[in-house]
């Protein structure tokens, strides 16, 4: 007896330390995704939301969190039973036409993302003293040939370990001595104020977060590390955990800005504003450290998305796709990729363009077209002919279906306050 | 000649007294020949209550059934028409067979040396009355600066067929595999 127990309790050790390692073999994918989600658009735009409405729109962090855990987990899924990445998966299950149309919705998407990105890295350069007529050129060039000669892998790790610059928000946001219970409050009884701005801004707080591209890069990714079926469970932790991440840092830039900039009534027109909100931690640092942070994400961004995209619209197509073969094994790849960061840099360089706008309306793109990419996604995680036993559950499909549906509602209102002339 | 999805892909099906049956889903055919005739028509059926000679329990809504060309007694313009009166058509298993939509169209198309060139967008079909052989894989969009291995294929077809525009479609003599778990289609070393 006293055998047999020892046996169950050792096998019971073995499976729970198994189980460990498997968990931090596949942990990953979630939480890579939810650092790149805290973007230049992520960081611009919490700044402008808690900058312009203090602690108003907390109360969509928690709901924010749920769709991102839902959605992405959808897509890791989907990766992970069919071994294919969602380009190529939309392309076989909803033939040419529909593909080109979500692939042309996403490059739109990617785009204004990418030009988002480069907008961080020149707000950044800016506050380093650096000119964006130097400072992105030399980013643009060195962020394509870290990913095409080097290794886009260990680029990525480097970029994330430096993501830990986001908990100064969380420092900050604490020195700065909010009203915790009012936070707390708004975070739990939501607010809507039918203004143009207020719309806009909770359009562009779900966008920055749940992307198309954000879709398309968990499940390249977990394709990518090889993951099965057999590791759903491990991913949904990584999946969640990155979630929780991601809005965990948001609400903290929320609070902080709100703590700082908005309670004195300061405005926030450039990246010099949005810095202020460190101040409580870094005081006449604020600046450099806000600089850093926001172009170790900006950077981030401009290696992870022009690839990830060119990599999905060629799954799509069928075309070659792979940054170890020359160009002219792979030409459509490599002029999507290049044509991504030339043009998102270029753009940028415009004398006056407003860089702080740039980021904040790249966001809400992302949110006016999300829908598109979820629907396509809902479809497909809803065939058992693809996805067999692991189709969607009902509160999956009602929490994505939701997400769906506000943010069309969201969309249309946005539009139609613009044409009445409203706030 | 005509293509699968650009002229057959959800065309009407109806017995021969005009009854609607239900629209074309996919088409079956065996593998290993130069030009394959098609050997089964998959049709979508809106719902039925029997499967072949079996009456089922409850009807089901939805569902594609394999019916033997040899029931198709014309392919017109705009619809097929199976000889015989609905429901009563015989069914057959679309085990060992290939079917033109669900793995040829849409599925990657790589080289023998596993380069990808682009994906099916259609199969090219040649009508003889109401005998359909499949004879050519269609790629669109051969117009974009795709890979040097497509331009390859496409330049050495062109040659061989003494063509005075470039061709865009590989005769299906020249698949060497169909994997349908990989959902790839390899083509066999030029020559």
Known sequence: MAKEKLTRVKKSIASGRRSFLVLIAVLGPGLITASADNDAGGISTYSIVGARFGYALLWTLPLILISLGITQEMGARMGMVTGKGLGGLIRERFGLRMTAFAMITTLVANFGTTMAEFAGIAAAMQLFGVSKYVGVPACALAVYLL????????????FLVSSVVYLSYVIS??????????????????????????VFAAVATIGT?????????????????????????????????????????????IVACAATIYAKGLPINDAADAARALAPLAGGFASS??????LNASLLGAAVLPLSTAYATCEAFGWEADVDVPPSEAPIFYALYRAFIILGAALVLIPGVPLITVMYVAAAVNGILLPVILVYTLVITNDRGIMGDHVNGFVFNVVAWVTVVVMIVLTAVLLGFQFLGIG | MIRFKEALFHMPVTDEEGTPVGQVEDLAFAFGEATPVVEALAVELPWT???GPFR???PVDDIALLFPWSQVAAVEESRIVLGGRHPGFDVVSAEGLLLVRQDVIDKQLVDDEGNRLQRVDDVILDQDGRTLRVEEVYLGMTWLPTSVHLKEVLQRLTRKARASEEVDEIPWQLVDDVDRDADVLTLKPLQ
């Not at chain 1, 809005?247 to 903290?252: L, M, N």
């Not at chain 1, 450290?289 to 926001?294: D, S």
């Open chain 2, 49 to 51: 209550d029997r499967i």
């Open chain 2, 56 to 58: 089922l329990v409850r």
């Open chain 1, 209 to 253: 977060t749940i992307t198309p591209w954000g879709q398309f890069f968990i499940q390249s990714y977990v394709v990518d590390k090889g993951l099965t079926k057999h590791d759903l469970a491990y991913e949904r932790i990584d999946v969640y955990f990155g979630a929780f991440v991601t809005q965990f840092i948001a609400f903290f830039i």
């Open chain 1, 289 to 294: 450290l806000f600089a850093f942070g926001l």
């Open chain 1, 147 to 158: 990913v095409v000669k080097g290794s886009y892998r260990r680029v990525e790790r480097i």
């Open chain 1, 173 to 198: 946001g604490v020195l700065a001595r909010p009203d915790w219970s009012s936070a707390f409050r708004m975070m739990t009884v939501p607010t809507i104020r039918p203004t143009t701005a207020f």
